[in-house]
């Protein structure tokens, strides 16, 4: 499997990496007897931005488009499966996905579904941990809503968690999206709910660790 750098990480790790190669000349200069000390800052900064580079990784994963399919928009764990009042667009009960992104996860985020974007909303909001219940309505968040070839909509929230501050949405309204496609990016921890028709059948348990472009969460 191939993996690239995403493209939201390029600023981040060219200034990271400035800042560190000052910091450990700095270093090297203030410490130039003590061996120890050198070697150990170095390693420590080695370490993270290793750390920053995985982060920002990006496997390159195909998928067999399939309309009669809905596939994990994210990696992480299943955190939510049940039906809940949806107030923002729907207005109405829906079944609710939930997939908490840790920091170790990739945090590209994929289209379930292809179709028609009907709805795109920013809201900047709270920063609480992204397995809050309440962080899908107060959290900083992005909705987009989907409607597919056969008139069903699917709403994607992007939700940022206590670390993520900035959510990048690529979802355009009144663009044509396929799936598996690149929908957006959330930094350094974060959380992706789908809301799914009442009666849809999901295909995965609570607790299930899913796979963006390779997982199948649901069927319609």
Same mark, same amino acid.
């Given at each position: 499997?191939?993996?690239?750098?995403?493209?939201?990480?390029?600023?981040?790790?060219?200034?990271?990496?400035?800042?560190?190669?000052?910091?450990?000349?700095?270093?090297?200069?203030?410490?130039?007897?003590?061996?120890?000390? /050198?070697? +150990?800052?170095?390693?420590? +900064? =080695?370490?993270?931005?290793?750390?920053?580079?995985?982060? =920002?990784?990006?496997?390159?994963r195909?998928?067999?488009?399939?309309?009669?399919?809905?596939?994990?928009p994210?990696? $992480?764990?299943?955190?939510?499966?049940?039906?809940?009042?949806?107030?923002?667009?729907?207005?109405?009960?829906?079944?609710?996905?939930s997939?908490?992104?840790?920091?170790?996860?990739?945090?590209s985020? /994929?289209?379930?579904?292809?179709g028609?974007?009907?709805?795109?909303?920013?809201?900047a $909001?709270?920063?609480?941990?992204?397995?809050?219940?309440?962080?899908?309505?107060?959290?900083?968040?992005? +909705?987009?809503?989907?409607?597919?070839?056969?008139?069903?909509?699917?709403?994607?929230?992007?939700?940022? $968690?206590?670390?993520? /501050?900035?959510?990048?949405?690529?979802?355009?309204?009144n663009?044509?999206?396929?799936? $598996?496609?690149?929908?957006g990016?959330?930094? =350094?921890?974060? /959380?992706?709910?789908?809301?799914?028709?009442?009666g849809t059948?999901?295909?995965?348990?609570?607790?299930?660790?899913?796979k963006?472009?390779?997982?199948?969460?649901?069927?319609?």
């Open positions: 499997m191939k993996i690239h750098i995403h493209k939201e990480g390029y600023k981040i790790l060219a200034f990271g990496l400035i800042i560190l190669l000052i910091l450990n000349i700095i270093v090297n200069i203030v410490w130039v007897d003590s061996g120890i000390v /050198r070697w +150990t800052f170095f390693l420590c +900064t =080695f370490m993270l931005y290793i750390f920053l580079l995985f982060f =920002f990784r990006l496997p390159i195909f998928l067999e488009a399939d309309p009669g399919l809905i596939y994990a994210a990696d $992480g764990k299943v955190v939510v499966i049940e039906e809940t009042l949806e107030n923002e667009y729907f207005k109405d009960i829906r079944l609710q996905v997939i908490f992104m840790s920091p170790f996860n990739m945090h985020n /994929r289209y379930p579904v292809s028609r974007v009907q709805y795109v909303c920013y809201h $909001g709270q920063n609480m941990v992204a397995w809050h219940p309440k962080s899908s309505e107060l959290n900083e968040r992005s +909705t987009i809503v989907i409607k597919t070839a056969d008139g069903t909509e699917v709403m994607v929230r992007q939700i940022a $968690g206590a670390l993520a /501050r900035r959510i990048v949405t690529y979802a355009k309204e663009v044509d999206v396929y799936q $598996g496609d690149e929908l990016f959330i930094k =350094f921890g974060s /959380r992706v709910d789908i809301f799914l028709p009442v059948e999901v295909e995965i348990p609570i607790l299930q660790q899913v963006a472009n390779k997982s199948i969460i649901a069927k319609i």
